[in-house]
């Protein structure tokens, strides 16, 4: 029996229709006076992306929590789809959560101004261009590797 393997790189948050990020389940609030029930959202993808001023697929690299007023992580580039080159480092936040090591396919928009630190301190990058993920956070998606066999598969 032979096979031959490939290694897919596949966004934790897309649903299995193309092109449509599903967020988590609902949300049920419930208080003594009403109830209420919330959905998180559901974006399209080229609905980011049109919002978007930079994408890209990034490895996060290293993070600080202390030195700035919001959670900031330094990224290299792996792949640039709008405003962004393979190579390039970024800093983007303010979610804590972020994995160290791990690759993100990221929708963010620029700040304006430069973030700046709050004192000096250790492991800070100092004044910083910083874009932030927005939509609560939904347009930030983690990557998962999957090895997907050709062929039939043992018992079928």
Do not use: W
């Not at 430069?114 to 939904?138: C, H, M, N």
């Amino acid at each position: 029996m032979t096979f031959s393997g490939r290694l897919l790189i596949t966004a934790l948050t897309a649903s299995t229709q193309l092109g449509i990020a599903q967020m988590p389940p609902s949300q049920i609030t419930i208080t003594p006076s009403q109830t209420t029930i919330t959905e998180p959202g559901v974006y399209q993808l080229s609905g980011l992306f049109a919002h978007a001023d930079r994408v890209a697929l990034v490895k996060v690299t290293s993070g600080n929590t202390e030195a700035y007023d919001v959670a900031i992580y330094k990224a290299q580039v792996v792949t640039g789809f709008k405003g962004l080159s393979a190579g390039e480092t970024i800093y983007f936040g303010p979610y804590i959560g972020t994995e160290l090591g791990s690759k993100y396919v990221l929708f963010l928009r620029d700040v304006a101004k430069p973030l700046e630190p709050k004192a000096k301190t250790d492991g800070e990058y100092g004044t910083v261009k910083y874009s932030e993920v927005f939509d609560e956070g939904y347009s930030s998606m983690r990557t998962s590797y999957e090895c997907v066999f050709e062929g039939a598969s043992k018992g079928q």
